[in-house]
């Protein structure tokens, strides 16, 4: 019986492993988003051209987006401008933080894969985040990028910290849009339209950093206390979907805020491909700040510009 019963569940895991494995293939083939190997990073004109500020980059909360992965093509631009990128494998803690600058999280999740079961539970603990908390307030910056559902809803613990609220949802602007996609998740953010806000991160040092035309790539809406800057905000007729498919309008919110907190400063964005070069498919479609058209390396460029104070 006991035999009996030990093989029935070895058999059991062996055939649970193997579905786990042929689903992540087939998710893996359907998505293909890899980092852009030929995407210039090069910096005219470097923030920091020596010994720039600590950034501690997240890599301890099943994140999507890693350092030597997906986003490295943001990190590789941070480092041209003389930032000091360190990876975290740790929970936070004052003691991990404390040497830090900056800390950035992209897409941090419950699970390993946004197809799992739990990729939507709570990427942090309450320790974790009031630890980063309190360390922003005492001067650190939050870079929080959490886009489209399932990050959204694994990120919200940490949001909610600052008095940030996620939609959890995806988000879609039906008068602004990307026509040549046809997608209405693909927002377009400039000048001409209204959704691109007058701010320190859309000015730039400079008119040669000033930003006008930003794209989203499928996100999520959020909201950010009374005095936050909602400076990639959303149409009058924009709403998110949830993942239960209900339709909730998002007019009044944003894709990119900014948060003075305490002595510090945070950043939430709402989409996560914006803010690095990515090639997806067999076709190797340019995916992000490769897109053509668009300033969101310039972007991404004034977002740690502001964070870190060569921006006020």
Known sequence: MRKALKRGLLVFGVTLLLVLGVLVGLWYQRVKQLADP??????ARPA????????????????????????????????????????????????TLGSFQLLVIANAMGAWLPILPGAGNHAFTDQECDAVRDWVREGGSLLLIADHEPAGAAAQILARRFDVHMSEGRAFDPSNYVEEVQSLSWILFTRENGL??????????????????IIAFTGQSV??????????KLGDGAYDILSSGERVPAAGRAVGIAVQFGKGRVVVIGEAAMLT????????????MNYPGNANRQLALNIMHWLTGALN
Do not use: C, M, W
């Open 277 to 288: 070069a990515q090639v997806v498919g067999s076709a190797r479609l340019p995916l992000g």
């Open 196 to 213: 691109l806000d007058d701010h320190p991160i859309t000015q730039g040092r400079d008119a040669t950093e000033s930003i006008n035309r």
């Open 38 to 43: 030929d995407f210039d990073t090069s910096v």
């Open 48 to 95: 920091y051209p020596s010994q720039g500020p600590r950034v501690l980059f997240d890599e301890a909360h099943n994140n999507f987006h890693t350092a030597g992965g997906r986003y490295k093509p943001f990190v590789d631009l941070i480092t041209r401008d003389g930032y000091q990128v360190v990876s975290n494998r740790e929970r936070f803690q004052s003691s």
């Open 223 to 232: 909201k950010g206390p009374k005095e936050s800057s909602a400076f990639l």
